[in-house]
């Protein structure tokens, strides 16, 4: 199997994949690779937080060109997975490929597809590059292709339950890895005084009470063939024994948009939180106090770059660092930014700096012990 991940999340993913009990996972390019057999892709597919999709290897082999593309994709045995009734969307990327042209590397191995399921059952799929039944995946480096089977069918990030998005939002895995490469306890409460849609906290929420990320979506190995139904089933119900009844801690967040504000309580709702559960209100980060506790973990994803001009953005992060210092000595922080300059802002002293990708933009996801008293020098 393949993982693909957000670039920086490789080794929280491989961490993940070893507690899901797959201990050979190890990191890759943007990913990680393990093995399992199909009940373990299911469940990789269903507990995941951190994956974008779960990919089977299906073929490897040298190629010096188009044709022997072509030769590799037809030498597959597509007809163990899906045949000429269902639709089918090919993807391909490459690393340092000599191929000229990827659009027509992805042609040919479509053209392989379809000719051995046409030549073996007298039908060839047709392509819906929107929704398909069927996805594969060709990846080029040097010297070779692999062919990869896609079973997780919309990106795993698509939990189910986020449809107001905001501004500048989060991917539901990067939220996920946010968490896991800051270390927070899943017991630790947590408030993200820049909360948009609230896909941090929400995310926060399910995985203290242990909701399967995937448990409320579809999956592409759903529409293969000789699909286990029981089995899969099986793996659904004794995930949800495991689910917690209630939070073992708090968790609040704040904007200072009303509109963001309503999508992150519309969001959480459908993700099957209460409000009890998880507090948002209209606020503005600067006036943001902490929770009924002692200590506990700032997590967010505050604007930057073009969402502020100069003057505001200067005024904000020494009026905010006034704040942390006031109101949340013993707490951490973590924030993530494009903003390197953003601990000179704080006047903090990072004691992590994680670079991690949201979408293209290269991050740091920096960690701050947060101390009465404690800007320095």
């Known amino acids: 199997m393949f993982a693909p991940c957000p670039q920086g999340l490789e080794h929280a993913l491989v961490d993940e994949l070893h507690g899901l009990g797959f201990d050979d996972a190890h990191p890759g390019r943007a990913g990680a690779h393990f093995t399992a057999d199909w009940t373990g892709m299911m469940r990789a597919n269903l507990e995941s937080r951190l994956a974008t999709r779960i990919l089977v290897r299906v073929a490897h082999g040298s190629v010096r060109d188009?044709?022997?593309?072509?030769?590799?994709?037809?030498?597959?045995?597509?007809?163990?997975?899906?045949g000429g009734e269902r639709t089918l969307r090919v993807d391909t990327s490459a690393v340092r490929s000599p191929m000229k042209s990827l659009q027509f590397c992805n042609l040919r191995v479509k053209d392989g597809i379809c000719d051995r399921l046409r030549d073996l059952e007298g039908e060839r799929p047709s392509i819906d590059t929107v929704r398909p039944d069927a996805r594969?995946?060709?990846?080029?480096?040097e010297t070779s292709a692999t062919l990869y089977l896609d079973t997780s069918g919309e990106s795993l990030f698509k939990r189910g339950w986020r449809l107001d998005k905001g501004e500048a939002p989060l991917r539901e895995n990067l939220a996920a890895g946010l968490l896991?490469?800051?270390?927070?306890?899943?017991?630790?409460p947590v408030i993200d005084p820049f909360c948009g849609s609230g896909t941090i906290l929400i995310e926060a929420a399910l995985k203290a009470l242990n909701v399967p990320p995937g448990i409320s979506r579809p999956f592409g190995f759903e529409r293969l063939r000789d699909h286990p139904e029981r089995r899969w089933r099986d793996l659904k119900d004794d995930a949800r024994t495991r689910i917690l009844p209630e939070l073992p801690m708090q968790l609040a967040g704040a904007d200072i948009d009303p509109r963001a504000i309503d999508a992150a309580r519309e969001n959480a709702h459908r993700a099957g939180?209460?409000?009890e559960a998880v507090y948002f209100e209209v606020a503005d980060a600067r006036d943001t106090c902490p929770l009924n506790e002692r200590a506990g973990w700032l997590i967010t994803n505050p604007p930057y770059g073009e969402r502020l001009d100069l003057e505001e953005d200067k005024r904000l992060w020494s009026e905010w660092a006034t704040t942390l210092k006031r109101e949340f000595g013993g707490w951490q922080l973590h924030v993530i930014t494009t903003d390197l300059e953003l601990p000179k802002k704080l006047r903090l002293d990072p004691f992590r700096r994680t670079p991690v990708y949201n979408g293209a933009l290269e991050c740091r996801l920096f960690g701050f012990q947060l101390v009465k008293g404690s800007f320095r020098r």
């Not at 188009?66 to 899906?82: G, H, V």
């Not at 594969?136 to 480096?141: G, T």
């Open 136 to 141: 594969v995946h060709a990846f080029l480096d």
């Open 273 to 275: 939180l209460t409000e």
């Open 180 to 188: 896991a490469l800051s270390g927070w306890p899943a017991d630790v």
């Open 66 to 82: 188009e044709d022997d593309l072509l030769a590799l994709a037809r030498a597959t045995p597509w007809e163990r997975w899906f």
